[in-house]
């Protein structure tokens, strides 16, 4: 059987609308995804303030109503540029193509050999990770970008108390 299998890659802090609507257009086009959860060991962070396990969490519970086999996998970053496409590929299941809009990742798969699609951004001045934090930061809604169950997740965690807390902006110096 020849299975047609994608690798797709992002930060997820948090999941949101922006990464479903790419994933179920990706599903239209291949058996199977690989959906690499990048910086897996960045957490507690402004910018990244969700484990890796949360992400999972994040990502199998929104993709529970797409028609796909996926594999949600932490990856952590490593310092040396040059490897990462074989520090990626020794952890992952095969595929013969990456979507990506971030040019290093482009870069780096193209040198590679690997068939890189770029997905067209849907509504990205809503979409975005940055945006949503910042919202969640500034107590503004931010519930309607993500999926509902993303919502839920980071309900279940306190998560926005969280980001509140690792950004100093709930009324503490760190
Ligand atoms: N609204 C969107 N529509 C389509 N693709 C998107 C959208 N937002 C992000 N992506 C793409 O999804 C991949 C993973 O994105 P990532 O997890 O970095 O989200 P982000 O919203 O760009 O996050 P941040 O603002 O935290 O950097 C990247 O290739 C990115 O270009
Ligand atoms: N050397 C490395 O570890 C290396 C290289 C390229 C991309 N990455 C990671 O790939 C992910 C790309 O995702 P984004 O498109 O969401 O930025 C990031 O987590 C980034 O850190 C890591």
Known sequence: MNMKR???IGRFQPFHLGHYSVITSIAEEVD???IGIG????????NNPFTAGERVMMIRHALEDIDIHFYALPIDDIQQNPIWV????S????????????PLVIELFEEAGIAVKQPP?????QYSGTEIRRRMLA????KHLVPDAVADVIDEIDGVRRL?????????DY
């Open 86 to 89: 074989s520090y990626v590929t």
């Open 6 to 8: 994608a690798f797709y």
């Open 32 to 34: 199977e995804l690989i």
């Open 39 to 46: 910086s897996a060991q960045r957490t507690h962070e402004a």
């Open 164 to 172: 509140k807390r690792v950004s100093g902006t709930d009324g503490f």
């Open 139 to 142: 107590d503004e809604d931010w």
């Open 91 to 102: 952890r992952t299941p095969p595929f013969d193509t990456a979507y990506t809009n971030n």
């Open 121 to 125: 951004m849907y509504r990205r001045e």
